[in-house]
């Protein structure tokens, strides 16, 4: 598992994108977060872990469109 720190303004759907490639994995953030599960914008300089995810998962939701891009 890794570690980041925020920068004030990201959300978590930014951040699963920028970690993973697809915001569509941002419920494994909040799970491994649960202490900061209620913030929708950070503040800077907050400590979250990022657990591994396969490249399989990856690949999957890198290909799927975000729910509000569906028509």
Sequence with gaps: MNSIRTIQGQAWDQIAREAWGS?????????????????LLFSGNTALDVPEVSAADARRASVQPAPWERL
Excluded at 24 to 37: H, K, P, Q
Aim: hydrophobic share 45%; charged share 35%.
């Design 23 to 39: 915001e569509l994995l941002m419920d494994r953030l909040t799970a491994n977060n649960a202490d900061e599960a209620d913030v």
